[in-house]
């Protein structure tokens, strides 16, 4: 992914929620794919994006679904000469995926970027929400400390580059936009600047 960040324009990547969806993703030939968590949500558990699912849950769905990509690209390459199917090259996405809020503290983000990295993960974001959280588009949210944000940012990175995964993209996410209650007296675009611009001034997250 970091490739693709330094000579693509733009990097867009389709929403999904499960392995055949990036399949398709990726035999039409989009660069990247996000694994959505409000999709997720709605495609494993059938209701909106409110901390339902755990960690495990979608990372677990993450690992198989970078699974299936590999398969596919195998299963692409060979084709089927019997049904007349010409072999084809395929690259595989890079896999961007929702840590949400993080699950927890700086030791559920820990846990959290471990399951990540090990699935095969090329990217994840986290978000600066009051946990439970709630999905991006529904009222009510509110902030943690710019510290506590750091902090899980932080934990991410430590533990990507420790399992020697340096190629792991770690993205900030701020709902201060919309956020009706953060520590600052800020609020709106005054207080989704600010914040972004304060991660992005430590160096640590790749994208906001």
Known sequence: MRRLLETERYLFGPGVYDPLGAQLAMYYGFKAVYFSGYSFAMGHLGTTDMDLYSSVEIADAARRTVSALRKFQLTAAVGDPEKGIAPKVLEIPPLIVDMDGGYGNIF???????????????????????????????????????????????????????????????IARTDGLSAVDAPESLRGMALAVDRGLRYLDTGIPDLL
């Open 108 to 170: 559920n983000v820990q846990r959290a970027t471990e399951l990540y990295v090990t699935a095969g993960v090329a990217a994840a974001h986290i978000e600066d929400q009051v946990l439970p959280k709630r999905c991006g588009h529904i009222g009510g949210k509110a902030l943690i400390s710019v510290n506590e944000m750091i902090g899980k940012l932080r934990m991410a990175r430590s533990v990507a580059d420790d399992l020697g995964d340096r190629d792991f993209n770690v």
